[in-house]
């Protein structure tokens, strides 16, 4: 069945440091592929999404792009800040109606 | 921008009493969804609801749960018999269309804690 694999955190960094937090997905057909955050004590936000292969999704700095080729969607970061700290999913949606997640990958900024 | 809200944020329930997880989505979306989130663990998908029925479920959703749209508004999530084992954060999502190119809003989520 369809699945999403994103790296084990957690990860740290300091301020202004690049992120790169890496996922991978299996799916038959042609998946969308989203990036949701979850802030501490809050729900879960999208953060961006691309829904064909080539597409860059972007938002408040993140950018991630569909590869088809190689079935991945990293997110990834110029410059983080400390309250980028969060957990991060990585999340396909399918030709059913379900999203499914990847474990998430809680980030820790230093300041 | 509108929200998908929660009610209530915090559930404590002894085991085997019902418990309702009540949900707003946001008022054009057609598409309604159920998640969990066990501690530590990934999200999970238990349902998803269209047109006044259930058109997906998992395997978690067993004859336990239950959802209902009472009202043009709400959208509910009944267990009827809690277990410890559906302590959990559970999310309750809405979008404008289904699948899974539509992106799905998510509420803040009802902490359900089983004593």
């Known amino acids: 069945g369809d699945s999403v694999t994103q790296m084990e955190g957690p990860v740290t960094l300091s301020e202004e440091a690049f992120l790169t937090i890496n996922c991978t997905y299996t799916?038959?057909?042609?998946?969308?592929l989203f990036w949701y955050v979850q802030y501490p004590g809050e729900g879960l936000q999208l953060l961006l999404k691309a829904t064909k292969a080539d597409d860059k999704g972007s938002n408040k700095g993140f950018e991630a792009t569909y590869r088809k080729e190689t079935t991945s969607f990293h997110l990834e970061k110029g410059s983080v800040q400390v309250s980028d700290s969060a957990v991060y999913f990585c999340a396909l949606g399918g030709r059913d109606d379900k999203i499914i997640f990847g474990k998430g990958t809680r980030l820790h900024i230093l300041p | 921008e509108p929200e998908v809200t929660q009610t209530p944020s915090h559930q404590v329930t002894q085991m085997g009493q019902e418990v309702i997880l009540r949900c707003v989505p946001i008022s054009n979306h057609l598409y309604f969804y159920w998640y969990r989130q066990i501690l530590g663990q990934k999200v999970e998908f238990l349902v998803s609801f269209y047109n006044n029925e259930i058109s997906e479920k998992s395997e978690i959703f067993d004859d336990q749960f239950s959802v209902e749209r009472p009202d043009g508004s709400n959208f509910t999530l009944k267990i009827r018999s809690t277990k410890l084992e559906d302590s959990a954060m559970y999310f309750c999502a809405s979008s404008r269309g289904s699948r899974g190119n539509q992106p799905q809003h998510f509420g803040d989520g009802t902490r359900l804690s089983i004593l």
């Open positions: 799916a038959t057909g042609y998946p969308s």
